[in-house]
């Protein structure tokens, strides 16, 4: 008589092994590409929040605020007249989700005045890198380097 033997053999238990780790790993996968994605809508979501307050500020002071001629980070010019403790078009400016740096923030003309006089400029460019997807922007002239996604003045 034959004994039977209760459990599994090691060539069962590694085929149960090696499925349970390629569906872990395809998951893993599919999670960081859903962050990508979230992350990248928070980003342009970000822009045009951004983009809205510029509007704003522009129909109240007939212009935009005050940056550099090159891409730069926005910087304290650009929060002092967005972010005001009261009357403020926005509560405070939003950073990148991934690594909490502002988006850079570039002023594309002015009115043309003579330099003595106060400038005023009247366009403006914002800047985000994207994760997923290609590139997109309707700037005048090119993205700061290794930036994909750009927005301008309406």
Known sequence: M???KNGYTIIELLVV???IIILSALGFIAYGYANSIGRDSKRKSDIENLRSALEFYRADNGYYP???TSFATIATKLQA???RRTGGYMSSLPVDPKDNTLYPYQIIMTDGRPVAAPVHYYGYCLATKLETGSSS???V???PTGYTYGVKNP
Request: net charge neutral.
């Open 137 to 139: 922007s309707n700037c």
């Open 81 to 83: 007249a967005l972010v």
């Open 141 to 143: 002239g090119a993205l």
């Open 66 to 68: 005050d940056g550099s």
């Open 2 to 4: 034959i004994q039977k």
């Open 17 to 19: 092994i090696t499925i």
